[in-house]
């Protein structure tokens, strides 16, 4: 599974960006998926997963009622809708797979996408 991310950019406080993945590949819809992020000088830390089925997410309590995460499995993308952002999600972002969502919330990824920056200014 190959993964490209894009959506990121420049936005200031309160504002709101939608990061998509794109998966190449006919078993997208196998994996569980998830974002994590990396601001400068930190170690790289989990935003939120997705089932397979899209029906059980799971959020960091940093981005909890601010960030969503979802996916079209037709279109073998997941998404990452951020509202209300502060300048502590100021990071590069990226997206993951994983065939054993455990393996998500581990950081243990079978597969990771390149990063996408987001820049969040006060």
């Known amino acids: 599974v190959q993964l490209q991310a894009s959506g990121g950019g420049l936005v200031q406080a309160g504002g709101s960006l939608r990061l998509s993945c794109a998966a190449s590949?006919?078993?997208?819809?196998?994996?569980?998926m998830g974002w994590f992020r990396q601001a400068p000088g930190k170690e790289r830390e989990f935003v939120a997963t997705i089932s397979w089925s899209g029906g059980s997410t799971y959020y960091a309590d940093s981005v909890k009622g601010r960030f969503t995460i979802s996916r079209d499995n037709a279109k073998n993308t997941v998404y990452l809708q951020m509202n209300s952002l502060k300048p502590e999600d100021t990071a590069v972002y990226y997206c993951?797979?994983?065939?054993?969502?455990?393996?998500?919330?581990?950081?243990?990824?079978?597969?990771w996408g390149q990063g996408t920056q987001v820049t969040v200014s006060s």
């Open positions: 993951a797979a994983a065939g054993d969502r455990g393996k998500l919330h581990r950081g243990w990824p079978d597969y």
């Open positions: 590949g006919r078993t997208f819809s196998s994996y569980a």
